[in-house]
């Protein structure tokens, strides 16, 4: 009891410093104002951006510079609104600055059970400026970035034009698919009016921003690693170096990357990546992205990246935020000539079966790590169950109970050797005894031992071991799943969030955690630790501190997401039921070889039990005795054995060694020599009834 009550102690001492490190955090961020604003940019490149202007060739004709660069242009200039182009899933909100998308409004529907805006400020979602190869931007667009929307637009397809001054055109059309989604199709035409060639070097295109979610506070998850700026690079690595995923060798060398907000350095931006051939780019936040794919190649492209702020007009809350954008050479237009540059454009929920039916790899932006073959089974399962039984918590509880299944016949296995482990400890203490001067010669024997009684000391192991990339999948998905995203469940109002109940000054207070480790203290009483005279001290200590290994997950998975939590809670649930179902299961064998231990004791080769010589029911408090004098349970008391653990264990409390310590180890010592003394008396009375 006094081990649990010091437990306790610190797990509440844990509570009280978590605590006062979030009011320390929120001070801290309210008084921060160096994360750059969403209108600011560089006019300089990188290295890997000079490169690709030397790769244009120079043209006789050059559209003269802006005074500024796009991003510090005026917005207060008038911009019209279009707000009628949607569907079930979303409405877009398009601006006549630059002719491109200002606000994504998610609707409620399908897999995604809360709304959710999607705010596009400053330079919009592929908002347009056109540069030159030293990295100014050319005039083209300075003076007037207003487009005129074309009268034939409607709610399924808007189009937007722009004449210059140098009588070039630019066209720009959105439309959508009758069963598309979240996604919307998107063509910039640029066309040359003029009778001579006309040569606009580069083209940059603004993949939009992203912004961090609301959450509850959370010391072990932070917000920031959830904003990213991404790409997925199928091209051949680039003589650079690393300047591409390919050869960079981040995420195991696959050829997608992310750069969180928080590996952006001191100026807020990230290093630039040069692509040979994009699949895609992003911004994303934990749950929804804008995802851009180029639908016939660029060529390389110029991936660029920096934090941003945005000031939330309903509250007085700053949200930071990640923005993006791609640059890629658009070279010589001949007269009359007319690009087009297709896209195909995802702004919605990491929702992984509908980009999976995407294609494109663009289901990557979930972002399931080196498991990912894991999490894409588990997503496709929980979106399966779920549909089936109407809501996702029970989709986590089902298939958390069908891993749990499939991994019964393994789990039961280590199960079984663990207690003929158990039963085993005394003959094997015999022969560390035997052969304690001798480590070759004792491992020759312990193995010898092991094949004898057909026993697996790593059997136990494998389940965990196997149970840890199950874990960290699970965890990799759920974090991710949108799905989750306002999804309720019992008393949990959000799934992807903490289980909250209440909030006690400031503080989030949660039920399922609690649940969770109550539920693992007593799957870890169903396993109680051998203690027996064959245990070294630090043996001893270890199995004690896996006491409170429970009491260490509370604090880890307290401020985790409630979907994370129940279904750890599950899977204990069923460790439980497995345990007692394989307790009582009867350890078959083949025939019965009898082997002996230095007591004379003899043993049962296949159930590895000492054979019982009437031995009679055991009661609670005979259990404690034997337990604190370190005696099996289930072997027969003997004298010599008794006595002989008995004048051991005295003399751990002699005179001597009582003097030796400190008043506080000396008073707990003649406890446990009190303690010795009863459990010592109480067995001896007890053989005398048995004989």
């Known amino acids: 009891m006094k081990n649990y009550l010091i437990g306790f102690c610190f797990l509440v001492g844990a509570f009280f410093l978590i605590w006062k490190q979030s009011e320390q955090q929120i001070e801290r961020t309210n008084e921060t104002t160096t994360t750059r604003p969403l209108e600011a940019e560089d006019s300089n490149f990188s290295f890997a951006l000079a490169e690709l202007n030397n790769s244009i060739t120079q043209k006789p004709f050059t559209v003269g510079n802006a005074g500024d660069v796009l991003l510090k242009e005026n917005l207060k200039q008038p911009e019209d609104l279009f707000h009628e182009f949607s569907n079930n899933f ?11 998308i200002r606000n994504i409004h998610l609707h409620q529907h399908d897999r995604l059970n809360k709304s959710y805006k999607m705010p596009q400020p400053g330079t919009p979602l592929l908002g347009i400026s056109f540069h030159k190869m030293d990295g100014s931007e050319i005039s083209l667009l300075s003076n007037n970035k207003n487009f005129a929307i074309n009268e034939e637009s409607n709610d399924q ?8 001054n140098e009588k070039i055109k630019i066209t720009r059309e959105y439309w959508r698919e009758h069963n598309s989604s979240y996604v919307i199709n998107h063509r910039t035409s640029i066309e040359n009016l003029n009778d001579y060639p006309v040569q606009l070097d580069k083209l940059k295109l603004h993949l939009g921003s992203a912004f961090q979610i609301p959450r509850l506070y959370n010391p072990f998850d932070n917000s920031s690693t959830y904003l990213n700026v991404g790409y997925y690079n199928f091209g051949p690595p680039l003589a650079e170096g690393c300047s591409c995923a390919k050869c960079s060798g981040r995420i195991d060398g696959e050829a997608e990357e992310f750069i969180q907000l928080n590996e952006m350095g001191t100026n807020g931006k990230m290093e630039p990546r040069l692509l040979s051939e994009a699949k895609w780019v992003c911004v994303n936040n934990q749950f929804f992205v804008n995802l851009i794919r180029p639908v016939h190649s660029l060529g390389e492209i110029l991936v660029e990246g920096e934090s941003v702020k945005n000031n939330d007009s309903n509250t007085t809350d700053t949200q930071s935020g990640v923005g993006g954008k791609i640059t890629f050479a658009l070279g010589v237009l001949a007269p009359g000539e007319k690009r087009n540059l297709d896209f195909e454009v995802y702004s919605g929920p990491k929702d992984y079966k509908l980009l999976s039916e995407l294609g494109s790899d663009q289901n990557k932006v979930m972002q399931f790590g080196v498991f990912w073959w894991i999490s894409e089974p588990l997503s496709y399962l929980l979106n399966l169950f779920s549909g089936m039984l109407g809501g996702y918590g029970l989709g986590i509880i089902v298939l958390t109970i069908l891993m749990k299944l499939i991994l019964w016949p393994l789990t039961a296995k280590a199960t079984r050797s663990q207690k003929k482990m158990q039963a085993l400890q005394e003959p094997m203490a015999a022969l560390r005894e035997k052969h304690k001067g001798s480590p070759q010669k004792l491992n020759q024997e312990m193995m010898k031992f092991y094949k004898e009684h057909k026993v697996n000391p790593f059997a136990g192991c494998w389940p965990i071991m196997i149970q840890i990339p199950i874990f960290l999948g699970m965890f990799w998905m759920l974090r991710s799943a949108a799905e989750l995203y306002g999804q309720d469940f019992l008393w949990a109002r959000d799934l992807s969030e903490q289980d909250q109940i209440a909030e006690i000054f400031g503080f989030s207070a949660n039920l399922l955690p609690i649940l969770m480790v109550v539920t693992q203290w007593f799957q870890m009483r169903l396993t109680p630790m051998q203690l027996g005279p064959q245990m070294s001290e630090a043996q001893r200590i270890n199995a004690k501190m896996m006491r409170f290994m429970p009491f260490m997950f509370l604090i880890f998975l307290y401020f985790f997401s409630s979907a994370l939590v129940l279904y750890w809670t599950v899977q204990n649930l069923m460790t439980i039921l497995q345990t007692l179902v394989t307790k009582k299961e009867p350890l078959k064998g083949e025939k019965t070889k009898k082997i002996e231990s230095t007591t004379g004791d003899k043993f049962d080769r296949n159930i590895g039990t000492v054979a ?34 008995y004048k051991q264990r005295l003399s751990n409390y002699s005179d001597d060694k009582l003097a030796e310590m400190t008043s506080s180890k000396r008073k707990s010592s003649l406890e446990k020599k009190e303690k010795t003394k009863q459990a010592y008396k109480f067995l001896r009375e007890r053989m005398k009834k048995g004989t």
């Open 612 to 645: 019982k010589h009437g031995l009679q029911e055991m009661s609670d408090e005979e259990r404690k005795h034997r337990n604190f004098l370190g005696l099996k349970l289930k072997a027969p008391l003997k004298l010599e054995e008794l006595d002989r653990l």
């Open 157 to 164: 397809k808007i189009s937007y034009e722009w004449i210059s």
């Open 90 to 100: 979303s409405s877009l909100t398009f601006t006549s600055h630059l002719g491109s």
